[in-house]
């Protein structure tokens, strides 16, 4: 049985989930609903040189940030870089890119230190746009992560625990309603979102976006079993500053959502919260990342780890 199909309007020919393109660059198909964007709640410039971001800020023209499948930081890049500089320019019909390492400020003491991103210069803003809306890039080489310099505010608020209700739509609205009325209660919490935005009226909406979804676990341990737990996601004011957004969410994982009938609510903080070592994301996709893991095809689901 022949599972290809041509795509000639494109020069690209699709076969077992890989697609050809005509200068004989091969990346992993995107799924139907297209690869996961990892909600990124903390600096994508974090722990980078002052002289890092001063200089990547003043760059002028279209530029993005791209990072490696299971990212850490390493003083000589070299090689990372080679691939990127060979691979993008192919992956986008474009003569050359310029793709610049970061430069850690400390020596964290982490499984996978940061500065993870590297800089994207040198391209055009019609090569970026299709690059950041894949999103993610397997190739035979290397797998990697494209995203805009203007880094999207993040919709993920936290993870809770502990609620003792099931996964159906109403177990759901309960763990909104739960929440909303916690951070309601607090006039702090409104009054900060007003605060940082331009537009009131949309700040003071934001709230009433909150959405509960269920992700069942596996817990560590000789025992085995499960546990289920709930991302917590809202749509922010487009006006208010990342790093405000990144307080108000920190402030919200400080509280508990105590339920009366089925528990407290306690979000995972610290070491406790999850965070996917692949892709880097806080909220686990809920569908496959292109993973490198035995071979450049094989999508794997991610790895959480502790940093």
């Known amino acids: 049985m022949d599972n290809s199909s041509d795509n000639s309007t494109a020069g690209m020919r699709t076969e077992a989930g890989v697609i050809q393109m ?11 609903r297209g690869f996961p964007h990892p909600e990124c709640i903390e600096s994508p410039l974090r ?13 002028k023209g279209p530029k993005g940030l791209v990072r490696v499948y299971r990212a850490k930081y ?6 990372t ?3 990127l500089t060979y691979v993008i320019p192919k992956l986008v019909d474009v003569p050359k890119v310029i793709i610049s390492p970061p430069t850690a400020r400390d020596e964290l003491e982490e499984r996978l230190p940061a500065p993870w991103n590297f800089l994207i210069t040198g391209i055009s803003a019609e090569a970026l746009k299709k690059l950041t809306d894949q999103g993610w890039w397997s190739t035979p080489t290397i797998t990697f992560y494209v995203f805009d310099n203007n880094t999207p505010l993040p919709r993920y608020i936290m993870m809770l625990q502990n609620l003792c209700t ?36 949309e700040a003071e909406g934001a709230l009433n976006t909150i959405e509960a979804k269920p992700l069942e676990i596996a817990l560590p341990g000789p025992d085995g079993g499960t546990d289920l737990v709930r991302n917590i996601y809202f749509t922010p004011p487009t006006s208010i500053d990342f790093h405000r957004l ?11 959502y105590d339920s ?35 071979c450049w095809m094989v999508r794997g689901r991610g790895q959480f780890g502790v940093r």
């Not at 099931?166 to 009325?181: H, P, W, Y």
């Not at 990144?246 to 508990?256: D, F, H, I, Q």
């Open 260 to 294: 009366r009938r089925h528990g407290t609510g306690v979000p995972r903080v610290g070491r406790d919260q999850f965070f996917c070592i692949g892709c880097k994301g806080y909220d686990h996709p809920h569908w496959p990342l292109p993973s490198p893991a035995s």
């Open 166 to 201: 099931g996964t159906d739509n109403e177990a759901c609205k309960f763990v909104v309603r739960l929440v909303k009325d916690q951070l309601k209660s607090l006039k702090e919490a409104s009054e900060f979102l007003i605060k940082h935005s331009s537009d009131p009226k």
């Open 81 to 83: 870089v080679s691939k």
């Open 246 to 256: 990144l307080e108000w969410c920190s402030a919200a994982r400080k509280l508990t």
């Open 22 to 32: 005509t200068n004989g660059q091969q990346y992993t198909a995107p799924p139907t």
């Open 47 to 59: 722990n980078t040189t002052d002289r890092n971001r001063a200089d990547w800020t003043e760059e």
């Open 74 to 79: 390493a003083a000589n890049t070299r090689d």
